[in-house]
Structures are given as structure tokens and as C-alpha cells.
Nanobody, 120 residues
Framework: QVQLVESGGGLVQPGGSLRLSCAASGSIYSLTDMGWHRQTPGNERELVATISSDNSTKYADAVKGRFIISRDNAKNTVYLQMNSLKPEDTAVYYC??????????????WGQGTRVTVSS
């Protein structure tokens, strides 16, 4: 059994910053790719940023230069530092991780989501 637990969402004014965290726990053998997606009502979930096991990163064009994804392998945690936030960043943010469990099964897991609201 594996769980991803996100934290750090909330209400912030335009131009402000937030840091999201996602901690994986359970029967983990190894973490490979990790990332963040976001979703607004009526829209599909979209990729925000990903980070591979060798720390290679990719970002959606909408967040390049403003968001930074990082990971702490010792803590099985991925972070998303969000700076210069805009109202259009308002969404529910989901953590995603590709995890190999102790029984050698590789699969994708999702967190429960954390809401980010950017508003004055």
C-alpha cells in the first residue's frame, strides 16, 4: 500500500508564493518520475512540472520561470515552489509519482489534491 499526501495549498494574493509538498509513504522500493498536475472545474488535468530520478525537470510553458520542482529522495518527497502567482494558477494541484513497490510492481500513484487559490 502506497500513499501520496500533499500539503501547502491555500489562498495567496497575485504575485505571492506558495510551496507545495508531496510525501510518499508505504511499501516503497524506489521512486522514479514525480510531478505535479493541476485541474480546474470543467477542464482536464494538465501537467505542471515533472522531475525524473536523475533530477531532470520539465515545465509547462505557462509556469516556466515561475515554478520550481525539486525532490528529496531521502524523504520520498517532491516539492513545487510557486512564485509570481497569477489568478490563472488557481486550481487543485495533484501530485503524481511512478513508484516501484516492494513486491516489484511499478505503477503510477496520485495524491488527493491540494487547492491553490490566487486572488486579491
Amino acid at each position: 500500500q502506497v500513499q501520496l499526501v500533499e500539503s501547502g495549498g491555500g489562498l495567496v494574493q497575485p504575485g505571492g508564493s506558495l510551496r507545495l509538498s508531496c510525501a510518499a509513504s508505504g511499501s516503497i522500493y524506489s521512486l522514479t518520475d514525480m510531478g505535479w498536475h493541476r485541474q480546474t472545474p470543467g477542464n482536464e488535468r494538465e501537467l505542471v512540472a515533472t522531475i525524473s530520478s536523475d533530477n531532470s525537470t520539465k515545465y509547462a510553458d505557462a509556469v516556466k520561470g515561475r515554478f520550481i520542482i525539486s525532490r528529496d529522495n531521502a524523504k520520498n518527497t517532491v516539492y513545487l515552489q510557486m512564485n509570481s502567482l497569477k489568478p490563472e494558477d488557481t486550481a487543485v494541484y495533484y501530485c503524481k509519482a511512478r513508484i516501484r513497490t516492494t513486491d516489484s510492481i511499478l505503477r503510477i500513484y496520485w495524491g488527493q489534491g491540494t487547492r491553490v487559490t490566487v486572488s486579491s
